[in-house]
Structure formats: structure tokens, C-alpha cells
């Protein structure tokens, strides 16, 4: 005799894959707000007007802005990564394939500001506040696109201590750190000012390009990944 499964379960996985649709719509709303009008201009109730819900359903699905954000996050991050494997694999030295993933990692970005500001935005948050924010499954999500990211950084620079262009001590602490101050430096490339002393308290500004921000990033990479090697 067949046993048929229980109505209920029939019930149960349509109710979820109905949730997971609407997520996703509400994820893709999101990326398009960020996208066409910046991370600091898109509001929940912008992100839900542009589902055709309200508010209240936003928060069903989302603890808050922030895991919203964090979960966006999630997806540029998930195409980062293709970019950076693509540059990885061109590569014919250790010192190329750093140089690969770090330019990719920069024109990913200037090509995509509100990643970079919805990355900043997170990291403003410490451990203990994302974990209070942020759900555990989401947290895990967007940890595991970090991660992803980071591993190419990783193998990129193991790849070079390993075949004795680079110095490094620890390949997971300097992956963090070009993550980390990429970030950061992409600012000047959006600002293009430099703040500098003409005189003593006298200061002015001059001007720096998104090429010159990619090529000291790329330069800085090296120089830090060659370690000793460097004044050898």
C-alpha cells in the first residue's frame, strides 16, 4: 500500500518556497535602490514600495536594515568572487595572480560604489552588535561570502610564499588586511582629493585618480606579500 505524504508537508514547503520568493524580491529591490541611488538614499519603505508591500512585511522576513543590508552584501560579494577566480586563473606567476586579484577586487568595486559602502556600513558594526542585528543564518551567509573572497586573496599569497616570491607569515591576516584598507582607500577614488601640507599649517588639496588608487593598491599588495624578499 502507498502512504501518501501528509496535505500538511504539501502546505508547509509551498509556505516556504513563497517566503523564499518574496525574500528574494525583496533582496532584488534592494540591490536596485542600491545600485541606482546609493546605500545611504534607500529606505525600507522605498525597498517595500518598490515590492508592493509594506513596511511590516519587510521586517517578517528581515530582523532589520541591517541583516537587509548584510544579505545584499551577500550578493555582491558572491559576484566578486567570480571576477576574482577569473583573474586568479589568467595568471602565469604568483606575483601576477596577486596582482590579478587585487585590480579585479578594485574594478569590481569602482564599478560598484554601494558595495563598497554596504560593506563599510557592516564593518562599522563590532562582533557582539551584528550578532544582536544580524541572525545567525545570516550572519553565516554573509560570512561565507566574505570567506569566499578572502580564500582567493589566501591562495594567492600561499601560492607565492610557496614558491618563494613572497614572505608572509600569516596568508589569512594580510588577506584581511588588504580587504579591510581596499576598502578604505576606495574613498580617496570616489572623493579624488588628496589632503596634504603646503607650509607649515597650511593645508591644501590635490587631486588622485581611480587608476592611481588601483595601481597603489596593486603595488602595495606586492610590497607587503614580498615581506623581506623585498630588501633581500
Do not use: W
Not at 528574494?24 to 542600491?34: G, K, S, V
Not at 569590481?108 to 557582539?128: E, K, T
Not at 544580524?134 to 551567509?141: H, N, P, T, V, W
Not at 590635490?206 to 596593486?218: F, H, K, N, P
Amino acid at each position: 500500500m502507498v502512504q501518501r505524504a501528509p496535505e500538511t508537508d504539501g502546505r508547509r514547503s509551498a509556505a516556504a518556497a513563497r517566503r523564499r520568493a518574496r525574500e528574494a524580491e525583496i533582496l532584488a529591490a534592494t540591490r536596485e535602490l542600491f545600485d541606482t541611488r546609493g546605500v545611504r538614499d534607500a529606505q525600507i519603505e522605498d525597498i517595500a514600495r518598490a515590492v508592493g508591500i509594506n513596511r511590516a512585511i519587510v521586517y517578517r522576513h528581515f530582523t532589520g536594515k541591517e541583516e537587509l543590508f548584510a544579505l545584499t552584501l551577500e550578493g555582491y560579494l558572491d559576484e566578486l568572487r567570480g571576477d576574482l577566480e577569473q583573474a586568479s586563473s589568467a595568471a602565469d606567476s604568483a606575483e601576477g595572480r596577486l596582482a590579478g586579484v587585487v585590480g579585479a577586487f578594485v574594478d569590481y568595486a569602482l564599478a560598484h560604489p554601494a558595495f563598497v559602502d554596504c560593506a563599510q556600513s557592516l564593518m562599522r558594526n563590532s562582533g557582539p552588535e551584528l550578532l544582536d542585528e544580524i541572525s545567525e543564518s545570516a550572519l553565516f551567509r554573509l560570512g561565507r561570502g566574505i570567506s569566499g573572497c578572502l580564500k582567493m586573496l589566501s591562495d594567492a599569497l600561499d601560492h607565492g610564499v610557496e614558491s618563494g616570491a613572497f614572505d608572509v607569515a600569516d596568508t589569512n591576516l594580510l588577506a584581511n588586511t588588504l580587504y579591510a584598507s581596499g576598502l578604505g582607500a576606495l574613498q580617496l577614488a570616489r572623493v579624488g582629493i588628496l589632503v596634504k601640507e603646503a607650509a607649515p599649517g597650511v593645508p591644501t588639496v590635490g587631486t588622485i585618480s581611480a587608476d592611481q588608487v588601483r595601481e597603489y593598491l596593486v603595488v602595495s599588495a606586492l610590497a607587503l606579500a614580498r615581506g623581506a624578499r623585498a630588501s633581500a
